[in-house]
Every structure is written in C-alpha cells, then in structure tokens.
C-alpha cells in the first residue's frame, strides 16, 4: 500500500456513527467518544470530519474546529490494522491547508508527538494534569 492509495474527503453532519467507530478502534475504553458526542461537536458550525479512505476504506479521520482564522484539530484516530503507513500525517497535512493550528497532546503520546512535530507543530505550552489519567497535555501550534 503507498500513499496514493489515501483519499481524504471532508464530511459534516451524518457521518457520527462511523467516527465512533473508528475512535473505538483508536482509543482505549474511558477515552472513546461516541456517536451522541460527534453528532453534537459536528452540529456546531465550523466543525468538520476529514476521513481519509484507503482503497476504499475508512482507515482514519481527524476532527477540526474552525472558528475566524484559526483551527483546532479535537480528535485524530488512524484505525490499527493501517498505522505507520502515512495516512495520520496525511490527514494533520489536510488540515493545516487553510489556517493556524493548534491542538492539546498528552506528553505520554509520544507517537501522536513525533507526528505532530514532524509535520511542524511547535510547542506552545503546557496544562497541567490535563487528562483523567493524571497526565499534562502540551499545546502545539502550527503557524503557516
Ligand atoms: C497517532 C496516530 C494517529 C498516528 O497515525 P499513523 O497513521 O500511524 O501515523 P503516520 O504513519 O502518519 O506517522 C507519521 C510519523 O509519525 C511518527 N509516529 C507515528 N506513530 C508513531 C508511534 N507509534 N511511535 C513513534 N512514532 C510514531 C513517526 O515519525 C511516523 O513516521 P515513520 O512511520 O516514517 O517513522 C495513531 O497511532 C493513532 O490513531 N493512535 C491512537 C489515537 C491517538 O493517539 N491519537 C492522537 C491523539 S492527539
């Protein structure tokens, strides 16, 4: 499978059932979002699913709010089977086409960090004991 095989498209309300799905697969239990939650982030204006297909497949999405000139990505989820084929960094790349960027990461992430800042997302900050977990999440922001 090569990166050619990726297709992304961006998709609003009517696609919640599948992004929990996937946020199942990508997530463990306690951190997963399910289909009430995205239909009611989805409803909100500016808020968008980029769902990337592979061979016709859903493998993956990333949710991004918009709001003026500057997103936020909410989630990002690569399903198992179809990791470290391209496919997360493809869907961060598709979101920063437009604006800036910026995301909370828990600083145990250290794969979804690698990600973020080979795609050029700086540290920004810090919360601390952000997540349930107990863990600080670092803000990243990606400035165009
Ligand atoms: C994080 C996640 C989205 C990455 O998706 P992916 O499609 O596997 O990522 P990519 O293949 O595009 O990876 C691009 C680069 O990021 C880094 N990376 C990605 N996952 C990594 C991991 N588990 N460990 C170390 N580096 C990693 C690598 O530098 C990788 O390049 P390489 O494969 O050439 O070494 C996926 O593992 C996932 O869904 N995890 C569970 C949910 C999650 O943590 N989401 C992020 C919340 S902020």
Redesign the pocket.
């Known amino acids: 499978m090569t990166l050619h095989d990726i297709r992304v498209s961006r998709l609003g309300s009517g696609c919640e059932a599948l992004l929990a799905a996937m946020h199942a697969e990508?997530?463990e239990a306690g951190e997963v979002w399910d289909e009430a939650s995205f239909g009611s982030l989805l409803s909100i204006r500016g808020t968008e699913a980029i769902v990337a297909m592979v061979e016709g497949q859903p493998a993956?999405f990333l949710l991004l709010r918009t709001i003026a000139d500057e997103s936020e990505i909410l989630?990002?989820?690569?399903r198992p089977n179809?990791?470290?084929?391209?496919?997360?960094?493809?869907l961060v790349r598709e979101s920063m086409k437009d604006y800036s960027v910026f995301?909370e990461?828990s600083v145990l992430?250290?794969?979804?960090l690698?990600?973020y800042k080979?795609c050029g997302f700086s540290e920004v900050g810090c919360r601390s004991s952000y997540y349930a977990d107990g863990s600080d999440a670092l803000v990243l922001l990606f400035k165009p």
């Open positions: 990508a997530f993956g989630t990002l989820a690569v179809v990791r470290r084929l391209g496919i997360g960094a493809c995301l990461v992430n250290k794969g979804a690698r990600l080979r």
